[in-house]
């Protein structure tokens, strides 16, 4: 409805007040602060970054200890417990936690220390594992894999390709040798094409041996275990066992802060929230004896915030003329139902100060193509049942959760609206309820339009949409025309809002009689000839003035007269607009279409018991899937009848959203004194 009015406020105190002034300021939220715009030589920053850095990673270490808290002692959440809010906390309480601050450090180093023990242990266990699962293949053997053998004795340890036998593998080892006899081969296992032998043999015969064997594809293990391998897996084993219920001992003891989240949680905030404080104390010029702020607050809370630093820190406070150079702060102020709005028209972008606020005209066009669009009333029903539902238990949900849940209870209602108009109640239930079940045979539908049924004549909800169309598109022009007025701009006004009036109403009177609009409509409508003729005088007039006015700011007449031309060619661009809220007619069709085929499907067994639980399961799960994806479709197709078609008429997005210094509070919400 309206943009907030701000003022800029130029605060001077004393050093000593510094630390009370920002803790207030931050605490209440109602100052933008400026961290440019005061610049004299005489006066200094304060270097914060490294106590800012220091907040930062004390935060950032507590959430980590909390997660993995969180991890080893999960908390039972309500399914809709993220639309609880931040918890409430009276400053006493806040406090006693912050007074605990330096013990809540240490426990959180502890709790990432066992968390790093946790995870080092997980490595070892994984390092057992895998040198497990590299001895598996030698568990046969009955000496160390790294014996080399005796005096007069060698042991060859490796794995030759292929699947063998212990005498293809004597045979492989044993020619050239000087004793056949003294010559041992044992297999200790075969897989993966590799068969893992043990051969002992005279160490002078040990060189001939290796060699006859690598010439079948012997080779020695990458890496030689001490060890009999039976006896090192026995002992890794037993490390396992070990590194086991050392992680259980350590997930007790993180699991035992789990009392103490709330705590956390706290200082955490408490951490975050200097680390905002220093980031701006970084950026305030100051004295040997006093500092400096400027910043931006609404104009109703000015005097407040003034008599409040005067009077309680003895600060002098200043109220600033606004400079050409500045950017003021956006704040929008709209009634409760406009309000829901207001997260779409951010998502754009903000208006600046001195254009409009096209929120309040905005809310009432979204809801109703809203509803036209989803256009089922029990589809309807259950959005703005639920949605009522959820805003009445969670009264302290996040302000955008809420937003949303307000503007979908408003678009549920017309929905409702919608839906009852066209006759759709989960599409055509109560005429398939009424056969399938209970052999109803008489006239249909049973749930009569109030208005009439689009699946039955859609060429005439075409019409009511394109008109629709055109009144939001003239309400968008009309909020441009309203801001040449606001600026004084007569003579834009006249050339390029009402010649465009004039041009296109005139050319939409023409259309209405004509053979074309009446195959379309199925209305036949004839005008009194002098309705006809002001038409045609109206469009000519408006065609006239946007020729010769378009380009008024050229002296070359010849160029002004090419600039209308084309300017007159745009008739083109509002047809396309038009058309684009064909959408309305196409996904209210679908919504019902949709609904109409799952009855259907769900009606295919029949009647009786069987039929009626086959009916139910489909009937549920089909109509939440339409509702879910119809929905989603209604409100993207929304957005952009208002983003491309509503807001191309008038709008520029130039505004700076209202960014107050305040807490950095992530959990907890501190219950203050109220002193504005």
């Known amino acids: ?20 002034i920002l803790e207030m300021l931050q605490s209440l939220g109602v ?22 850095q220091q907040f930062q990673k004390e935060s950032e270490l507590i959430e980590q200890a909390l997660k993995t808290v969180s991890k080893y002692a999960p908390e039972k959440k309500a399914a809709l417990s993220m639309l609880n809010g931040r918890e409430a906390l009276p400053r006493s309480e806040y406090d006693a936690f912050v007074g605990k601050k ?17 995870t080092e242990c997980r490595g070892i266990i994984l390092k057992d594992e895998n040198q497990k699962e590299t001895l598996r293949p030698w568990m046969a053997l009955d000496i160390p894999m790294d014996f080399k053998g005796t005096k007069k004795t060698s042991v060859l340890i490796g794995t030759v390709q292929g699947i063998h036998s212990e005498e293809e593998v004597y045979a492989m080892a044993v020619p050239g040798i000087s004793d056949e006899k003294a010559l041992c081969a044992d297999i200790l296992s075969a897989g993966n094409e590799l068969t893992y032998v043990s051969v002992l043999c005279l160490s002078r015969d040990a060189e001939k041996v290796e060699e006859n064997l690598r010439a079948k594809g012997f080779s020695k293990p ?33 699991a035992s802060f789990e009392s103490r989240k709330e ?3 706290v200082v955490a905030d408490y951490y975050r929230t200097r680390a905002e404080k220093y980031r701006l104390l970084g950026t305030i010029p100051q004295s040997k004896e006093v500092f400096f702020l400027e910043g931006w607050v609404t104009r109703d809370s000015a005097d407040s ?28 102020h709209n009634n409760r139902f406009s309000r829901s709005v207001e997260p779409v028209l951010a998502s754009y972008g ?90 109803y045979t008489g006239p249909t539908p049973l749930l009569k339009p109030l208005w009439f049924e689009p699946l039955g004549n859609p060429m005439r909800l075409l019409v009511w949409c394109m008109l629709f169309g055109v009144i939001h598109l003239y309400a968008g022009l009309g909020i441009k025309g309203w801001e040449c007025l606001k600026a004084k701009d007569f ?67 010849a160029l002004r007269i090419v600039l209308g031309a084309y300017s007159l060619y745009g008739v083109s661009g509002w047809l396309s607009d038009i058309l684009s809220y064909s959408r309305l007619l196409a996904l209210g069709l679908a919504t019902g279409v949709i609904a109409n085929v799952i009855n259907m499907m769900a009606s295919m067994v029949g009647g009786g018991i069987v039929g009626a639980i086959v009916f139910i399961i489909v009937f549920v799960i089909g109509h939440l899937l339409n509702l879910a994806i119809n929905a989603l479709g209604a409100y993207v197709h929304t957005n952009r009848l208002q983003y491309v078609e509503f807001f191309g008429k008038f709008y520029d997005a130039g505004g700076k959203a209202f960014k107050p210094f305040q807490t950095a509070n992530k959990y907890i919400e501190v219950k203050e004194e109220k002193v504005l």
């Open 102 to 118: 330096e013990e809540c450090l240490k426990d959180v180093q502890a709790i990432n220390r066992k968390d790093k023990n946790i």
């Open 222 to 254: 990458a890496q030689l275990m001490s060890g009999v391998p039976s006896r090192t897996a026995e002992e890794l084993d037993k490390d396992i066992a070990t590194q086991k219920a050392r992680i259980e001992e350590l997930i007790k003891d993180i």
């Open 1 to 20: 409805m309206a943009i907030v009015e701000m003022q800029k406020l130029s605060i001077c105190a004393g050093k000593k007040n510094r630390k009370a």
């Open 350 to 439: 903000l208006p600046s100060h001195g254009h409009v606020d096209p929120t309040f005209i905005m809310s009432f066009f979204y809801v109703i193509f809203f509803g036209m669009m989803l256009s089922d009333a029990a589809y309807g029903i259950i959005m703005f049942i639920a949605c009522a539902i959820l805003l009445k238990k969670f009264k302290k949900m996040p302000e955008g959760i809420s937003s949303m849940l307000h503007l979908f209870f408003w678009c549920g209602i017309s929905t409702t609206f919608w839906g009852f108009m066209y006759g759709g109640f989960f599409g055509n239930a109560a005429d398939v309820i009424a056969q399938t079940f209970f052999g």
């Open 263 to 265: 705590e956390f949680r």
């Open 491 to 557: 003579v834009g006004f006249i050339s390029d809002i009402v010649a465009w009036y004039l041009f296109l109403t005139g050319l939409i009177l023409m259309l209405l009689p004509t053979e074309l609009f009446a195959s379309i409509s199925q209305v036949s409508i004839v005008f009194p000839a002098w309705l006809n003729a002001l038409s045609k005088y109206m469009a000519i007039a408006g065609a006239a003035i946007i020729l010769v006015m378009a380009g008024r700011d050229r002296k070359n007449w």
């Open 31 to 52: 100052m933008e602060v400026m961290t440019e715009g005061i610049e004299d030589p005489e006066l200094l920053k304060m270097d914060t970054l490294g106590q800012r």
């Open 305 to 332: 915030v003034a008599k409040l630093l005067t009077e309680r820190y003895g600060a002098v406070v200043e109220k600033e003329e606004t400079k050409e150079s500045d950017t003021e702060p956006v704040v929008l």
